[in-house]
């Protein structure tokens, strides 16, 4: 069985349109990722969500949105797309450990990717 | 900025040569992890470094946290085909809360 599952593996669609990308984690962790990782491969964090907190990368556009039915799911929506919107984006899982006030990130397991292509 | 620099952004060995990569941070960092991602695959990782001047092997690969854990490095002896794909640092630091920062990744491409 998988671990962690996306879909669709490829998107393609039009310029402004609105698309979903949905993420699901069979490992009982306790915090889930978006990464977008261009065509020069940089792989970037978009957010980091738990139950108890959201974390932002301050230079995601407020067009994307991560949205977490229950634990095991965190689906990402975007609105308005772009151009530049097109990359792979990969959702992650881990099992945190708080440590006295801060968080220690332990291993991060991946998706297999979405290609999202904005024509 | 990019706050977790690594190099060479491309390597192109021999196989059988050895390889190295080096990962450097602007801060200090509370861990430093290592991912491998296949052409077409998601980055799977590798192996989690937490101590000053920490030094840990897998077979053919071993991994190094600086003294004043801000760089790392991954080192590769006897390079094989199997090694080929891109080797990504990540490193966590003090004030991200639980989010890693990725390096830029070094592509190996390996000759046979």
């Known amino acids: 069985d998988t671990a962690v599952s996306q879909t669709p593996k490829y998107l393609v669609t039009q310029m402004g349109n609105d698309k979903s990308i949905k993420c699901e984690q069979n490992l009982g962790h306790d915090t889930m990722y978006w990464y977008k990782q261009d065509s020069k491969k940089f792989l970037k964090i978009m957010f980091s969500y738990n139950n108890k907190e959201l974390i932002i990368n301050e230079t995601v556009p407020n067009r994307f949105s991560p949205k977490s039915p229950d634990k095991a799911h965190l689906n990402l929506h975007i609105n308005s797309l772009e151009l530049g919107d097109s990359a792979v984006y990969f959702c992650?899982?881990?099992?945190?450990?708080?440590?006295?006030?801060?968080?220690?990130?332990?291993?991060?397991?991946f998706g297999p990717g979405t290609r999202l292509t904005v024509l | 900025g990019q706050q977790v620099m690594q190099i060479p952004q491309y390597q192109h060995v021999q196989e059988g040569e050895d390889f190295t990569t080096y990962c450097n941070s602007s801060t200090t960092l509370s861990n430093i992890q290592w991912y491998k991602q296949r052409p077409g695959g998601h980055p799977v990782f590798l192996i989690q470094l937490v101590k000053s001047g920490e030094v840990k092997k897998q077979k053919r690969l071993t991994f190094q946290f600086g003294e004043a854990k801000k760089n790392s490095s991954l080192h590769i002896t006897a390079t094989q085909t199997t090694d080929v794909g891109t080797y990504f640092c990540a490193g966590q630091l003090n004030n991200a809360g639980n989010m890693l920062t990725f390096g830029g990744g070094t592509r190996l491409m390996v000759k046979p």
């Open positions: 992650a899982s881990s099992q945190d450990r708080g440590l006295a006030g801060s968080w220690s990130t332990d291993t991060q397991y």
